[in-house]
Each structure stands twice: as structure tokens, then as C-alpha cells.
């Protein structure tokens, strides 16, 4: 009678986590090393099992300054040549050195990137429209004609802070960033104006313009033919991004090279990695985290979520426990997993933790997913 009331209880307690989840969510694997060279780029970008086909763009952002904090062109070699790709960049929306073409080209000489590739300024010869699924704010989406010459893009991204946005991640880097000029002047405003990044708009409207835009260009790399992956390279953690050519120095040290399929599940990983990060001696993610709380950065992740884009929950594998030739992406192996654990009140319990066998009973938020343990 006794083992009865214990499965009785413990069903009772399965079936409350059901009504608290509202239903079972699925999930995304994000695959993570905190080995940043340009051999761990290659591998993490092998875990995702995806192999490019036809003509490969690699989107970066080439960098205002040599100050800036871009991805230099000696961690992103070894990628682009194991991938016979192209970079990509679009000119910029505000005064500087990379708002025009001739100019951005010199920016990317002295950075080094011709030298490692072709490099195309999308927008250097026009720009032409996408659709967008999500027409609250913008109603079609303006990115660099060049576009239409790739069928394989790698959205590989820095991930930081932004002054606009809270943070960069693969989202930005996939809307602002593969934007045409006048593209990002009509995301910035959310579809106001293509002349200027200035609108009378909230900031809400502009993250969910951003949302919408990298949707759209998600979409168009699902057609028949074409592929999209993600990586957010974790290092240089300031609260400025590459477009500021005196960046503030980063006060907490690099954290690795994550990847994914889906752009949502990647930049919710990163956002967890920052917000549930350990304060050390000389290691303060305060800094980096008002500026993503302050400018409403996360709002980016519920509302791509919202729309359609992918998910906010997901698997965290490391690939330095397991060999990649090792990984099957629809099933991870659990001695790979990592968890990100918070009570439903918000305090942080788990950070990258191995197993969540410490954890007492109780209701969590584990990689961003509402979960019950059972004890």
C-alpha cells in the first residue's frame, strides 16, 4: 500500500508539471567547446552534421576599427577554406568608414580579409526585397542583391554587447547585418523611414522588426536548394559591438564557440551563459548584462520565438567531452548535456552544470524549459 501512494504521489506530481508547462516543448541542440581556435570553429561547425552545397556564404562583421572586437580573419580561415565560402558583408547605416562601398573595401583590406577570401559587399551593386512572415512593423525586408548568389549561408557571429539592440548575436547578424543600407534605416525605425536610422518608434518595435527580418532571411534559406547554420563565437565579451571603433575592454573572460540550427535556441544558450555567469576576481558580468537588461535585449528571443523562428529551449552539448564523429544532433548523448538551471522565481541553481542530480525536488527552469523533479 505504502509503494502505491509513492507512484500515486509521484504521478500526481508529474501530472502538475504537465499543467504548469502547458504542454511538452521541443527542443533544440546548441552544441558548445570553449576552445576558440580556428579548429574548434571547424569542429563545432561539423557537429551539426549539416554539409554545405552550391555556392557558401560566410556572414561575418568585418569590423569598424582595429580597436573593434570582429572575429579576426586568423580564427575564421580555417571555416571559410573548409568550406570553399565567400565572406559577406552590407554597408552600414550610420557615419564611417564602412557606409559606402570604396571605403568599407579598404576597411576590409586592412583587416586582413582578402587576404583569407573573396569577400562581397551584398549591397555594393543594389538590393532587393524578401518576404517577411511577420508584417506588424516591416513589410518586406531590404537586403543586398548579392543575396540571390549564395544557396549555403554560415550566420557566424560575434556574440557582445550592442547599444541598440542590448547584444549581438546570430539574430542581428542575420537582420541588421545582412540588411542593405536602407534595409537597416527601415528595421531601425520599424518601418518608418529607409533614409534614416532615427523613428519615433519604441524599442520594443525594433527588436521585433529585427526578429522579423532575420526570419526573413531564415525562410529564404530554407527554400528548396538552400541551408542556413549558426555560431555565436563567445569572446571579447564587451558591452559594445564590432561597430564601435573604441569599444569598452571586456570585463569577464571568454567563454567558448556555441552552434546551432536554430537562431533562437543559439542566442538564448549565449544569453544564459552571461546571465547565470559566476562573478569572479577580475570577472564582473554586471556590465554586460544592465546593457542587455537596460535596452530590453532579450525581448528579441520571446518575440522570434513568438513568431516562429525556433525555440528558446534547448540542449546544451559539449563537444570536448565527445568527439564529433561521436554526435547524432537527434539524439545527444546525455554525458554531453550541460544545464543552465533556475527556480521558477528566478535564482540561479545550475550554471553549465553536468547533471541535475543535486537539484531537490521541485519545479525548474532548466535550459529555459519549465521541469519537474521528482525525488
Same mark, same amino acid.
Given at each position: ?119 562581397? +559587399? ?15 512593423? /516591416? ?47 527601415? /528595421? ?39 541551408? +542556413?547554420?549558426? /555560431? ?17 575592454? =571586456? ?29 569572479? =576576481?577580475?570577472?564582473? =558580468? ?14 528579441? +528571443? ?26 547524432? =544532433? ?34 525548474? /527552469? ?10
Amino acid at each position: 500500500m505504502f509503494s502505491k501512494l509513492i507512484i500515486m504521489k509521484k504521478s500526481l506530481l508529474l501530472m502538475f508539471a504537465i499543467v504548469i508547462c502547458g504542454c511538452v516543448f521541443a527542443q533544440s541542440n546548441v552544441y558548445f567547446t570553449s576552445e576558440i581556435t580556428s579548429e574548434s570553429l571547424v569542429r563545432i561547425f561539423q557537429a551539426l552534421g549539416v554539409s554545405p552545397t552550391g555556392s557558401v556564404a560566410v556572414k561575418i562583421s568585418t569590423g569598424e576599427s582595429a580597436k573593434s572586437n570582429y572575429l579576426r580573419p586568423e580564427l575564421i580561415v580555417g571555416l571559410v577554406n573548409a568550406t570553399n565560402a565567400t565572406i559577406v558583408e552590407c554597408n552600414t547605416a550610420y557615419g564611417g568608414m564602412r557606409d559606402a562601398t570604396q571605403s568599407h573595401l579598404q576597411i576590409i583590406k586592412n583587416h586582413g580579409f582578402d587576404e583569407i577570401a573573396k569577400v562581397d +559587399i551584398m549591397d555594393s551593386e543594389g538590393e532587393m526585397e524578401i518576404p517577411v512572415s511577420d508584417t506588424t512593423w /516591416i513589410k518586406h525586408d531590404i537586403v543586398g542583391s548579392h543575396l540571390a548568389l549564395y544557396d549555403f549561408m554560415i550566420n557566424l557571429a560575434h556574440f557582445k554587447g550592442h547599444a541598440r539592440g542590448g547584444y549581438g548575436g546570430v539574430l542581428k547578424n542575420q537582420s541588421i547585418g545582412v540588411a542593405a543600407r536602407s534595409g537597416k534605416c527601415y /528595421i531601425h525605425t520599424a518601418g518608418e523611414s529607409t533614409t534614416t536610422i532615427s523613428g519615433s518608434n519604441t524599442q520594443d518595435s525594433f527588436l521585433e522588426s529585427m526578429a522579423a527580418a532575420a526570419q526573413a532571411v531564415h525562410n529564404y534559406f530554407k527554400q528548396p536548394g538552400k541551408d +542556413i547554420v549558426y /555560431i555565436d563565437v563567445m569572446n571579447n565579451l564587451s558591452v559594445d559591438c564590432d561597430c564601435n571603433p573604441l569599444p569598452a575592454a =571586456p570585463e569577464i573572460a571568454d567563454i567558448g564557440i556555441l552552434a546551432s540550427t536554430d537562431p533562437i535556441a543559439l542566442d538564448k544558450a549565449c544569453l544564459d551563459l552571461i546571465f547565470d555567469y559566476n562573478p569572479t =576576481p577580475g570577472n564582473n =558580468p554586471q556590465p554586460l548584462i544592465d546593457r542587455i537588461t537596460e535596452l530590453h535585449g532579450t525581448h528579441i +528571443i520571446e518575440y522570434a520565438e513568438e513568431i516562429g523562428l525556433g525555440v528558446t529551449q534547448y540542449n546544451l552539448i559539449d563537444i570536448d567531452v565527445t568527439g564529433v564523429n561521436e554526435i547524432t =544532433p537527434e539524439t545527444p548523448d546525455p554525458e554531453t548535456l550541460r544545464y543552465n538551471v533556475f527556480t521558477i522565481d528566478g535564482k540561479k541553481v545550475l550554471h553549465n552544470a553536468k547533471s541535475l542530480e543535486s537539484l531537490p525536488s521541485g519545479v525548474y /527552469i532548466v535550459n529555459g524549459k519549465k521541469q519537474v523533479i521528482v525525488r
